[in-house]
């Protein structure tokens, strides 16, 4: 039976994942009954993934402009200006139902495609980055599924060239049955050399580049669209296979081309392959399209125009041309040894229009499949109804903190915050030549013949959205924008990945609706918008070993500007004596121990095995002025490292700081709090720094001034201690990295 010739039954249109309703909305559209065709169309272009159906109404309410910025969501990826005709285009997105079927390849193709996200604007890939959590360690899965993704990270971003300069790695149960695997890519381009998607030009020519199609990743946009079944292994044909080869190939090509004046549009085809890209830049060029699928080039026999349009197949772009630009496009494509195709016309019929062996085998207007697309507004609990639901015990009592250094050994040796050197050993951060910085608070690149670079970090904090979405959603980008303030960078601009679980659960709604606002609120607060993102919705599992949501994980990707690389600051100890400073909102004024936050903090969870406690609050303006004074101390050359304080605490700040640095330190308490408020609360808003005492006298001048912003509210200074010696709070350096090392070491047998 061909594509068009199969009747539409109410089975086949639950299997391509839509509901009744929705279906009755495709036969309004359509005016008639679709054929296979179009209804593959229709439900990939539908699906949760592909139309943001549930998180549409929502994502309009975040802040996305500010004079630097050149393209907020919307398209490929944002693009933000740094000064001298360039930009910085990044984007960050999620694999994950792909990674937890087939790790390896559902990783590596993570990563091939939102480079392609990236260079498709004109941008060279100069950095990845990547947050990733996972289940329990002692999971019988867990194990097989960290060496698959690490490795298909590695394996891809390697080959194709492009650093791996950051990341997260986390752990906690509710990723047992779904892991995360979010990558993010940041590139470089001119500001006069910016390509968008938008199809124009009635009669230019549309040509088709890359790989060949096959049958891998059909359905894949659906798949990441649900949650998982018992049968979770029985999806992995809807994985894609990479070839990072082939799209180090594609990138050069393309920038080659880009190089001309040849390009009207481009678009990658990513999610939902020839279909999406199509639509989407039609849609967005406010035309019509017609492409000849015999043209299409296939590396499978038979191939038909369902499996065509839904294939997902890697490395792969769509291009509107200039005409008589065809032949010379073809050369260069050809010279890379990569598949050129002109495979159909720009039309002005506001219509995708499909030929295949002589006959029409799709006809839709353009209105309903993407503009007129299914918007739900899903119910949603109340800021108290989803604190009633959720049950976060108050932590009612500070526990006792009888050995801190015992304490910290233990937490150090965690999971939580054991040493990721097995993981970042296996990617490449070097090559380029460019990187400055890895293993810090953020990743640094320097823009390539400039004295200027870029500063990106990956963040946030689970358990906390999890306690209180709307505070653990301003704190996700607070601390993306603090790690990047800690190496010196001014912050610009945010991109995400929206992690949820089922969305048709008004307590996962409320997850979402109230983390967007936190993240609303931040992002204007801190003049930190929103340029590019991602939703990944319905990350739960039913499949054996798992049977739960994850926790609420808006993962944040932040980038900012160092003026001059030269001027850069690492969080490593570099001196006997240098004085160490603890700056933090409460010394402005008299010690405050309430605000020294134990709840939801790692201690409690490693050291006392409870979870209570409220998420830590986070005051914005305190955020802004500690920001903009670290920033104008590292600007004036007076500190010898800096680290934001985060999970841990004080006391795994330090020990991080040390263990870099290869110094240790004395270190005092303040009596005005209990040993664990001081060493391992995690107040918000706090850095680490270290001031030689040359510059002792600058530094007391640039503090008494203060933030010189109106926003900003005044932060304090007090002296904790002073680098030097071989220990830290009794614990030696030597005996901290080995405990630090011990749990990747043991659990991979290296």
Known sequence: MTDQASAITPDIVEQHGLSPEEYERVLKGLGREPNLVELGIFSVMWSEHCSYKSSRLHLKKLPTEAPWVICGPGENAGVIDIGDGQAAIFKMESHNHPSYIEPYQGAATGVGGILRDVFTMGARPVANANALRFGRPEHPKMKHLVQGVVAGIGGYGNCVGVPTVCGETNFHPAYDGNILVNAMTVGIADTDKIFYSAATGVGNPIVYVGSKTGRDGIHGATMASADFEEDADAKRPTVQVGDPFTEKLLIEACLELMATDAIVAIQDMGAAGLTSSSVEMATNGKAGIRLDMDKVPCREEGMTPYEMML??????????????????????????????????????????????????????????????????????????????????????????????????????????????????????????????????????????????????????????????????????????????????????????????????RPEIMAQFVHALEGMGDACRALDFPIVSGNVSLYNESKATGGGSAILPTPAIGGVGIIDDASKMMTMSFKSQGDAIYLLAPEFWAKPDPTRSHLGKSLWLDVVKGVSDGRSPPVNLAAEIGAGQIVRKLIGEGLLSAVHDVSDGGLAVALAEMAMSGGFGAEVTSNNAYTPAQWWFGEDQARYVITVPAEKAEAFNRIVAEGPDIEEAEMVGFTRIGTVGGESLLGVSLTDMKAAHASFFDEWMGT
């Open 311 to 504: 294939s997902e197949s890697q490395e792969r772009m769509l291009m509107v041309l200039k005409p008589g630009k065809e032949e010379m496009a073809a050369a260069i494509f050809e010279k890379w040894e990569l598949d050129f195709a002109v495979i159909g016309e720009v039309t002005d019929t506001q219509h995708m229009v499909l030929e295949f062996g002589g006959e029409v085998v799709c006809d839709i207007p353009l209105g309903p499949l993407a503009a007129d697309a299914p918007e739900y507004e899903r119910p949603y609990l109340s800021k108290e109804d989803y604190k009633a639901w959720a049950k976060v015990k108050p932590l009612e009592s500070v526990p006792e903190c009888s050995d801190v250094g015992a304490d910290l050994l233990k937490l150090m040796a965690s999971p939580a915050l054991a040493s990721r050197r097995w993981i970042s050993e296996q990617y490449d951060s070097q090559v380029m030549g460019d990187t400055l910085q890895t293993g810090g608070d953020a990743g640094v690149v320097r823009v390539h013949g400039t004295k200027k670079a870029l500063a990106i970090s990956t963040d946030c904090t689970p358990r906390y959205v999890y306690a209180d979405p709307y505070e653990g959603g301003k704190q996700a980008i607070a601390e993306a924008y603090r790690n990047l303030c800690a190496v010196g960078a001014r912050p610009l601009a945010v991109t995400n990945c929206l992690n949820f679980a089922n969305p048709q």
